[in-house]
């Protein structure tokens, strides 16, 4: 009995053996490192002089509808920047209703800018959380 089971272990440990030499290994070369996240370009800078006003998406503002936006409608000058800031913990963007603007993400603590030369309703929203929405209006 003690014979067999010592011929069954030598055989399976032979086969491992030999299976073994014949794989490859992960350790044999290291892995590629992975590729680095490219950080988020910062907003441009308005033109000095230039006007601004400030537009800021708060914590929560997923779900605040026509308030994620603070505030959600804003009255600016002919050739004001307006800059959005995300306060929130996930990320936004400001995407214009009609052709006119995409910010892209905008990830937690980003901001992005949009200079409004021409006057008009500007209504635009989050692509991520369509229920997000605002308004620009330019005079």
Do not use: E, K
């Amino acid at each position: 009995m003690f014979s067999s089971r010592f011929a069954f272990a030598s055989v399976v440990f032979i086969f491992a053996i030999a299976c073994g030499a014949c794989s490859s290994s992960s350790y044999d070369s290291p892995a590629p490192a992975p590729s680095p996240i490219p950080a988020p370009s910062p907003a441009p800078a308005p033109a000095p002089g230039a006007a601004t006003a400030s537009v800021t998406i708060p914590t929560g503002a997923a779900v605040l509808g026509d308030r994620a936006y603070t505030p959600d409608d804003i009255n600016v000058a002919v050739g004001t920047t307006v800059i959005w800031m995300n306060t929130d913990s996930v990320s936004h963007t400001s995407t214009s209703n009609a052709s006119g603007w995409d910010s892209g993400t905008v990830v937690p603590g980003g901001r992005f800018s949009f200079a409004f030369s021409t006057a008009g309703t500007y209504r635009y929203h989050c692509a991520i959380h369509p229920g997000m929405i605002g308004t620009v209006v330019a005079q």
